[in-house]
Nanobody, 116 residues
Framework: QVQLVESGGGLVQPGGSLRLSCAASGFIFSNYAMTWYRQAPGKERELVAT????????VYADSVRGRFTISRDNAKNTLYLQMNSLKPEDPAVYYC?????????WGQGTQVTVSS
């Protein structure tokens, strides 16, 4: 059974940092590209960053490039998102995603709040 479990969200001041984690199980994690998405209230879910299966390449949304870093530890079956210089427009529920055997799989999400 495919499971994705996000953690690490919370409240942070503008300019602060958070590190999100996504623990994966039920599939061969190292075989799949992984993606972070986010969804703010009243807005559509948007792609934040993607990393290839063998950590060869990454893609970032323009809004986070240079501030966020996606990474993975295939030995620990874990995906990360290091978020620095957080801005008032970054608050959202952050989700990790994997498309396993043609089916898009989602975690439950972790809430990120940016407020002074």
């Amino acid at each position: 059974q495919v499971q994705l479990v996000e953690s690490g969200g919370g409240l942070v001041q503008p300019g602060g940092s958070l590190r999100l984690s996504c623990a994966a199980s039920g599939f061969i994690f190292s075989n799949y590209a992984m993606t972070w998405y986010r969804q703010a209230p009243g807005k559509e879910r948007e792609l934040v960053a993607t990393i290839t299966s063998l950590d060869i390449g990454t893609v970032y949304a323009d809004s986070v490039r240079g501030r966020f870093t996606i990474s993975r530890d295939n030995a620990k079956n874990t995906l990360y998102l290091q978020m620095n210089s957080l801005k008032p427009e970054d608050p959202a529920v952050y989700y990790c995603n994997a498309r396993v055997l043609g089916i898009s799989r989602w975690g439950q999400g972790t809430q990120v709040t940016v407020s002074s």
